[in-house]
Nanobody
Framework: QVQLVESGGGLVQPGGSLRLSCVAS????????MGWYRQALGKRRELVAT???????NYADSVKGRFTISGEYGKNTVYLQMNSLKPEDTAVYYC?????????WGQGTQVTVSS
């Protein structure tokens, strides 16, 4: 069994920064990719960023140049550095690990960008 625990969400003013962390525990092997999705109230869950063990990254157009994903594989941790935050970034952020043929999800962490 795999468990993911996110942290680092909160309330921040527009233009501010937050760093999300996601720690995985359990049988972590055959990692295909890790990353983050988000879901704003009343909207569909959308991809924010992904990273592969080889270091390839992919970002949603809306966050390119502002967000940076990174992974610390020895600690089974994936990070999302979010800078220049905007009100439209407000959402619940979910991390995921794609292991073998299964995808595992965290419980989500709320990010609210408001003055």
């Amino acid at each position: 069994q795999v468990q993911l625990v996110e942290s680092g969400g909160g309330l921040v003013q527009p233009g501010g920064s937050l760093r999300l962390s996601c720690v995985a525990s359990g049988s972590i092997f055959s990692i295909n990719a890790m990353g983050w999705y988000r879901q704003a109230l009343g909207k569909r869950r959308e991809l924010v960023a992904t990273i592969t063990p080889g270091g390839s990254t992919n970002y949603a157009d809306s966050v390119k140049g502002r967000f940076t994903i990174s992974g610390e594989y020895g600690k089974n941790t994936v990070y999302l550095q979010m800078n220049s935050l905007k009100p439209e970034d407000t959402a619940v952020y979910y991390c995921y690990y794609w292991l073998g043929s299964r995808t595992y999800w965290g419980q989500g962490t709320q990010v609210t960008v408001s003055s």
